[in-house]
Each structure stands twice: as C-alpha cells, then as structure tokens.
Nanobody, 127 residues
Framework: QVQLAESGGGSVQTGGSARLSCAASGVNFRNYHIGWFRQAPGKEREFVGIAVRPGSGGNVYLKDSVKGRFTISRDNAKKMVTLEMNNLSPEDTALYSC??????????????????WGQGTQVTVSS
C-alpha cells in the first residue's frame, strides 16, 4: 500500500506563496488518486483538490474557493504530487494533508474513500 508524506509548510504573509509536496513510497503509485486536504482550527477537514490517477484520466480538480490561486501537479515518475498556493490569505491557514484513494471517479469527492494519510504540514498565513 502507498505511504505518503507531506513537506513544505511554513509561515507566509498575506499575498505570499507556498509550495507543498506529497511524496509517496511503496508500490503502484499510478494506481492511486491523490487528494489534498486542509483542516483549520475548529473546523472540519475539507478538500483542496484531487490529482486523479492516470488510468482514470489523470485530471486535476480543485475546490472552487482555491481555483485561480492554487494548482496541483502530479509527477508519476517521481511519485509526487505538488500543491502550489499563491495569493494566500489568513483564511488559508490550516494543516494541509494528502491522502490516497482508489475510488471510482464518481466517489473521489467522498472523504471516507481516502486512506494512507500523511502527517500533515502546517501553513500559517499572517496578515
């Protein structure tokens, strides 16, 4: 089964940028969708976006609230999914995590379909 680890978090100022990486180990990385999630203090975990596995089209989907500011890219050879975040605001402050799924495309937005969660990386945006 795939194991995931995030890196790249830190503190940034409003309007700044951050680049997070989700590195995979184990086998068959190409068989997994990789989702990015975030959880702010006192709030539920929410989707940021999904990098669909190549065999299901390889598309990238982003939550509406981050479209135009965030991008997700997937490098299957390096077993890595990157989350690039621009024009950050304090509302983006959260623990960012990645996780894997093998769900059908109709179910990739279901949180319970994800497993092998990384430990998360904190992003703090100051005003």
């Amino acid at each position: 089964q795939v194991q995931l680890a995030e890196s790249g978090g830190g503190s940034v100022q409003t309007g700044g940028s951050a680049r997070l990486s989700c590195a995979a180990s184990g086998v068959n990385f190409r068989n997994y969708h990789i989702g990015w999630f975030r959880q702010a203090p006192g709030k539920e975990r929410e989707f940021v976006g999904i990098a669909v596995r190549p065999g299901s089209g390889g598309n990238v989907y982003l939550k509406d609230s981050v479209k135009g500011r965030f991008t997700i890219s997937r490098d299957n050879a390096k077993k890595m999914v990157t989350l690039e975040m621009n024009n950050l605001s304090p509302e983006d402050t959260a623990l960012y995590s990645c996780a894997a799924s093998q769900a059908a495309l109709s179910a990739i937005w279901r949180l319970e379909m994800y497993f092998s969660w990384g430990q998360g990386t904190q992003v703090t945006v100051s005003s």
